[in-house]
């Protein structure tokens, strides 16, 4: 108890300006006020002992917040000793003038392990954090979140599995203290999801492991980064990783100079490859790391597909020897069509692959098109693998162009587009497995669109869930599964559409309006269900937003319409979790609203219309409503999970009086307007108040 006590004193001392009495430090820190203090100075310490502060295993919470100027060592004495976590990790100093490190790789004397108490623990940080663990956690899972850099030195690392969140990045390095070739397991599994993870070779030959899965996840936008390097002459980095888990919609970007020579990336289960390249991958040809979306030759042309082999691991492909510039009769080949040529389809043909080439200036263009006359010009790539290079149109309206058809087949297509300059797709896109639309390059910054569908884009028949990681532009088309053709969107970059059907929405992105004017979308098609989260923005005169099919559309984020537009529910469910910020909302008969949001407009219901209740382990959701809440009468209903629901609750509230009318549904055995009829309130069957319907 009393080491507890002690790490307390001394981190509330130093990061929050808290007292202790010296009484409980023997060896500990000095100053008791606010302020930057520099941790190597032993005048800071008790007893002049600098970093003397773990001298025992104890349990205990860990946060750190607060300014620190000079580098600072957290280690053991006479240990190894063990931190046993009873809570979340808290890294989120102000500022820090040098690295924060814990542990000692090297000397076992100074080594400081960390127990996670077998849960899953969040590490918070934030962006100016340097946070380097030397040695062992164990007995639980790790999440780190916010923004930021942590390190694992030496032999540090987690026996657990690691999810990365968005922007975190995830180094190893070594000091050259540690005077042999060294052998480091980071994690039993590792998950990306626009994140970075960096494995560097600072001083010797170098294996980092993953020993089981690498999950590259796709609920962001852009790439997560997978980085490896050799630094020092004649030494090697190589990372051995089990198998590699690539979900539906990710991408991979591999990077680094010397893959597959003194940098390797292998797996003990090789990743499936077709004609020789690596699905859902993309690989840099040189150490380029710049993050943004512009950039000369050795920026966003710096990219390839990538192959995999048992001895050199990933490698992208050399543009000399790993692609061809025509299509072979013979064999599929990794089509790569330069910038400033035209590759043109007389009639079916089959590729692996696609690389449309990017100009750096001038009106050179890489294109590939129906060659005149040709009836069936459709190009069948095996691999579903097309990447389109950065074009700098100076201008004059040219743009990376494909005209032809595109068929994937059985393989979820990937098209690969740069946002901030237009590339175009005019054929139809054609395949079983979906397609996803993604950036070739990794970067934090808000996605624009970059690609564009026109010609014969709206009459495509591919079925599969679409993904819209970057920009893309399909204005009016068809392009979007529905109707016949099954399949989801994933929005977590931006979809500019205008008149439309989808089946349901999901993602957390932007939807808007391709060009002015009065637009009209509906969404869940083939009565699918969605779950959106993001922004929905038309906000033209007029335009409307329709749901339609039996199944249910949660908007989570925000829907913004005109004034005078419309968000009408014509038959299933829409949850409104979010925020429905202008507008009428509409409920026709047998539809249904719900949620546990904000409507700040008003909410008219039709005759035989419902309102569905959630009640989660006992409490039930409330919509809030802004205006006139009208129309009837409107049957409640109550979905209830978990704990039983007991007491009355508010299930809708309004600014104004409720002018609707109401009648009991399933699960509900009271419905009663309270608090001058603003608020309606509900309670189970079998409750044992009394009923009163209005």
Known sequence: MKTTVKLFAILASVFTGATASLADITTGWLPMTKGTYN???????????????????????????????????????????????????????????ADFVFGNGYDDKKRLNFDLGGMTRTVFMNGTSRWIFSDRMTNGDLVFDGAGAFTFRTGGGSDGSIVLSPNMILQTAFTSSDKSDVDAVRASNLTLNRSNVQFFETYWNVTDRITGTLSVLADEPSC???????????????????????????????????????????FDTAPETVGGIVPQLIGAKSDYNKDSKTGGLNGMYDQSLVSYDAENGLVPLDLATGYADSISAASPVNLFVAYGTTNCLSGPATVNSIYLGGADSGDQFAAIMPAEGANDATLTVESGMVLIGYGRNAGNYKYPTIGVDLDFGKRRGM???????????????????????????????????????????????????????????????????????????????????????????NGKGTVNRASSGTKHMSI?????????????????????????????????????????GELNVNAGVVVIDGAVTQGAVNVAAD???????????????????????????????????????????????ANVTGKKWRDAQCILKSDDAIAASFVKGEGIGLLELRNNDTELWAAPQNSGFCVVVR
Request: with cysteine.
């Open 415 to 505: 098209v690969f587009s740069p946002g901030g300059k237009r590339s175009q797709i005019d054929g139809a896109i054609k395949g079983s497995k979906g397609v996803t639309f993604t950036t070739p390059y990794a970067t934090t910054e808000t996605p624009t669109v970059g690609l564009v569908f026109g010609g014969k884009a709206g009459s495509s028949t591919y079925t599969g869930d679409t993904y819209v990681q970057n920009g893309i532009n399909v204005g009016a088309t068809g392009l979007l599964p529905h109707g016949e053709r099954t399949g989801d969107v994933y929005v977590n970059g931006i979809l500019y559409a205008d008149n439309c059907v989808i089946n349901g929405l």
């Open 224 to 266: 997560s980064i997978l980085y490896v390097r050799a630094v020092t002459a004649d030494k090697t980095e190589t990372v051995r990783i089990g198998r590699l888990e690539m979900k539906p919609g990710s991408t991979l970007l591999v990077r680094g100079a010397k893959l597959g020579g003194d940098a390797k990336i292998l």
């Open 591 to 637: 539809a249904a609203i719900g949620g546990d949001g904000e409507i700040q407009t008003t909410l008219a219901f039709a005759d035989g219309a419902k309102f569905s209740v959630n009640v989660a382990d006992g409490v039930a959701t409330c919509l809030e409503v802004t205006g006139a809440v009208t129309g009837g009468p409107v049957t409640v209903n």
């Open 524 to 564: 869940g098609d083939n009565n699918a269900n969605g779950d959106f989260t993001g922004t929905f923005s038309v906000t033209d005169n007029a335009s409307t937003l329709t749901k339609i099919g039996t199944g249910t559309q949660r908007f989570g984020g925000t829907v913004a319409l005109a004034s005078n």
């Open 39 to 97: 941790f190597l100075d032993a005048a800071n310490w008790a007893n002049g002992e600098t970093n003397g502060v773990f001298s025992a295993d104890w349990t205990g919470s860990f946060r750190i917040f607060g300014s620190i100027a000079g580098r600072t060592l957290v280690r053991a004495s006479n240990g190894p000793h063990t931190v046993t976590l009873d809570d979340d990790l808290y890294l989120q100093a102000s500022s820090m003038g």
